[in-house]
């Protein structure tokens, strides 16, 4: 049995560890709105940039010099995995979540014979992955320095991704990231960057692509717009992935501040009880001892 | 004049929306005046100055990088950069002149070489045409 002094100190230390989840809780709360919104204001450029896009590429693809980030290189043998994760823990299943998603899928590339590479953004991510893929992560971007992600990171990391490209070193290039759905659910989603990947619907709905004047031509278009592209793409990528954070830190630290009340609770049964039978051990003690005069 | 809609977006939110009767763009091969009813249309922008008109006074903005696409029901301008000619710092411009200059230096491929020299002059072009601006106000 411990003692009370020992019981003590334990529920001040739990009610000490309940008050940072609570702020950290309240900080992911603030930081989710502000996280969410952002998202929200980068929506309408990707949306557009994805008609637009749709529209030239239906008029060009097939072409014969359709660049290469649309069509890709004809093959498939190597992939280049864009692992984008968060910088800081305590967010519940956030970073593992994702890191399972791309572990899994490096596995099955493997087993068909593809060479995997892996890109990672955020440490979050490459501390995992460094013990399991030490020799094929070929890149590694940290944003701790950054308040929130500006598109100039995204561009940063876009740009590393072209030059890569162009030098021939991977064919296919998917990233990693967890889309953000509620704050009780984000989904680690895997999303084809390289060549580059259409809706459909886009597409299809409108048939007036053709009768676009281009200027200069569809090609150079396509070769300025193509980069670009993948750096919305990525962009949009890091605010969910922002967003997605602070919603799964909320709800991680809303469960540890419940938890800890429930501990607190138990403790102090444990702690009034041991009292109270001290006082009655006592109290045995002295009347028997009375009563033995 | 009759007016269209036309928004001005930048990746990280809707810089203009509304209805406006001219808006004069900085195209990659000259500058184009878009007027309502324009036939459908795309061309990617250079670096250089936006002018937005419509029912309030005429707003100027800088923007670089992204393309505008024109059709029929209106006008849709993306851009990497875009902020009002008021609140653009006056050595933002001159930094970004510098920076090109030296990628310019850096620039071993005589493509690539042209291309951002081709950037450099129309950065300068910019900034010379904001300078004119601001002296006529």
Redesign the interface.
Known sequence: MASLKELRNRIASVKATQKITKAMQMVAAAKLRRAQSAAEAARPYAERMETVLGNIATAVAGGPDAPLLLTGTGKDNVHLLLVLTAERGLCGAFNSSIVRLARERAYALMNQGKTVKIFCVGRKGYDPLRRLFEKQIVEFVELRANKGVTFADAQAIAEKISAMFSAGEFDVATQFYSRFQSVISQVPTAQQIVPATFPQAAAAADGAAATYDYEPDETEILADLLPRNLAVQIFKALLENGASEQGSRMSAMDNATRNAGEMIKKQTLTYNRTRQAMITKELIEIISGAEAL | MASFPF?L??????VYSGAVTEVVVP???GEFGILAGH??????LKPGVLTIKGDGPTRKLFVR???A?A?PQGL?I?A?TAVPLAELPADKLALMIREAAEDVEDARDPVIRQKRAAYLDDLKAAAAAIEADGRAH
């Open positions: 928004e977006v930048s990746p990280e939110r809707l195209g990659a091969e036939a459908p249309f795309v061309s990617t990088g992204g393309f696409e059709n849709t993306l990497e």
